[in-house]
């Protein structure tokens, strides 16, 4: 009998959706990395492989904003919202999102959610 890892499932599902997902300059990938306590965003264009605008929970301008760790549902949401901010400033409103293999529950849901609320689409 074979045991359950959890890697390994998300590795799993990161590398089936990546054969469809690519970013372009005019779309970039929205993608989301969570460890146990921070929470990464980063808006990549795959075709010239850059990375276009980045934040995360252990940022300066972010770490004055988070109540406890970065690492909660709140911490996700704030950061939605300065990820949002940051893409509109570089004139990016549409994006592809990038689960990166994590189920869309609890701290994903609420980055993307504060993301399309503050002004992202996809």
Same mark, same amino acid.
């Given at each position: 009998?074979?045991?359950?890892?959890?890697?390994?499932?998300?590795?799993? +599902?990161? $590398? +089936?959706?990546?054969? $469809?997902?690519?970013?372009?300059? %005019?779309?970039? +990938? =929205? &993608?989301?990395?969570?460890?146990?306590?921070?929470?990464?965003?980063? =808006?990549?264009?795959?075709?010239?492989?850059? &990375? =276009?605008?980045? %934040?995360?929970?252990?940022?300066?301008?972010?770490?004055?904003?988070?109540? $406890?760790?970065?690492?909660?549902?709140?911490?996700?949401?704030?950061?939605?919202?300065?990820? /949002?901010? $940051?893409?509109?400033?570089?004139?990016?409103?549409?994006?592809?999102?990038?689960?990166?293999?994590?189920?869309?529950?609890?701290?994903?849901?609420?980055?993307?959610? /504060? %993301?399309?609320?503050?002004? =992202?689409?996809?």
């Amino acid at each position: 009998m074979k045991s359950f890892n959890k890697n390994e499932a998300r590795e799993k +599902r990161k $590398k +089936r959706m990546r054969r $469809k997902v690519r970013g372009s300059s %005019a779309r970039p +990938r =929205l &993608t989301v990395f969570k460890s146990d306590k921070h929470i990464y965003v980063q =808006l990549i264009d795959d075709l010239s492989a850059k &990375t =276009l605008v980045n %934040a995360s929970s252990l940022g300066k301008e972010i770490k004055s904003e988070f109540v $406890k760790k970065g690492g909660n549902k709140e911490g996700a949401s704030i950061l939605g919202k300065i990820i /949002a901010k $940051k893409a509109l400033e570089q004139g990016i409103k549409k994006v592809i999102f990038d689960r990166n293999g994590f189920l869309y529950h609890g701290r994903v849901k609420a980055l993307a959610e /504060a %993301a399309r609320e503050n002004g =992202l689409e996809f």
